[in-house]
């Protein structure tokens, strides 16, 4: 996971790098625009420098790719990382999965003046479209429904992305407009590499690389005046990691932060992500794990447990580090 690591590197200490509040409690500090490629013929690119919880990230995306918006599926199988943004009856509005499955649009009726729904499978558009025209340029699935966004609890992150067939391999590529660094990005580079690999399958092709195009990548720096310390100290903070020789000088850079900068605020605690961000970077990158998913059709694999169809081989990653996720 070089690539991960070398870009939250570029966040924290180029000079296009910035702190930016926003629309969270907990401020930030950001850079715009990277992209990253994950070969997946190398191995999973599962982070391995902390340990992630690969049961959360599969059944979120087979919560997309079942195109629901209730997180009881999520809770009924363990995963909570939706629970802030649902409303009490767990619904979140029309987000990922049912814009992928359920995408409505109106068509006249057959007696004319008058309009009925209809719903657009982008999923099984883009499948039929890899099957029998893999050279197109339009095979490209979008959450990201202008005229839905205001009814949605959050509106995506990723995006949009697009399918590339090139020499037998199936490549893909996401565009996603914010990027939580710490927390989400893991999560994204695990998800959509599963997907990929899930989708080659299903098309009879291997698995090409993961592309991940970021717009606003960022690393939450805590709140109030915990986070306000960082605005006034960015320089002296990108001059001290550009100043790293050695993995383990990143631990007093961290040192520094705690001994220098406000506490944090009791109720946020695990909302600076700057320190956790450094004890990752004091840790040398394990080798990637493999993922080998059973040879099902995917609808068959989106509605069973995941335990026998999904099986990760060689994870050992680092210990976990806890965060407070910014809502």
């Not at 999973?44 to 997180?71: D, Q, V």
């Not at 490209?140 to 949605?152: E, G, Q, R």
């Not at 959509?192 to 970021?214: C, I």
């Amino acid at each position: 996971m070089r690539q991960y690591l070398e870009h939250s590197l570029k966040v924290l200490t180029d000079a296009h790098s910035g702190y930016k509040p926003n629309r969270t409690l907990a401020d930030s500090i950001s850079r715009f625009g990277h992209q990253n490629e994950y070969d997946l013929s190398r191995g999973f690119p599962l982070l391995t420098t902390k340990k992630l919880h690969m049961n959360a990230i599969t059944y979120e995306l087979l919560w997309f790719l079942r195109g629901e918006t209730n997180i009881k599926f999520l809770r009924d199988n363990g995963v909570s990382i939706w629970d802030e943004w649902a409303d009490k009856n767990g619904d979140l509005g029309p987000v990922y999965g049912y814009q992928w499955r359920h995408w409505e649009k109106f068509v006249e009726s057959e007696s004319g003046g008058l309009y009925k729904k209809q719903k657009i499978d982008q999923l099984q558009e883009a499948l039929t479209l890899l099957k029998e025209k893999p050279d197109s340029r339009r095979i490209i699935i979008s959450a990201w429904n202008v005229a839905d966004i205001p009814k949605m609890a959050l509106p995506p992150c990723h995006l949009l992305f697009q399918f590339n067939v090139q020499g037998g391999r199936l490549d893909c590529q996401l565009y996603q407009r914010s990027c939580d660094m710490f927390l989400g990005v893991p999560f994204n580079i695990a998800s959509y590499a599963m997907f990929t690999q899930l989708m080659a399958q299903e098309t009879n092709l291997k698995p090409g690389l993961f592309v991940h195009t970021l717009g606003d990548a960022h690393f939450y720096c805590g709140t109030g005046e915990r986070g306000k310390w960082y605005g006034r100290n960015l320089d002296k903070l990108k001059e001290r990691i550009s100043n790293v020789k050695e993995k383990e000088e990143y631990l007093e850079v961290e040192n520094w932060i705690e001994e220098s900068a406000p506490p944090q605020d009791s109720e946020f605690l695990g909302a600076d992500h700057i320190p956790l961000i450094l004890s990752q970077l004091s840790r040398s990158p394990m080798e990637l794990p493999r993922l080998e998913i059973a040879k099902k059709p995917l609808e068959q694999l989106i509605t069973e447990k995941i335990d026998d169809n999904f099986k990760l081989i060689g994870y050992e990653p680092h210990p976990h580090i806890k965060a407070k996720v910014a809502v």
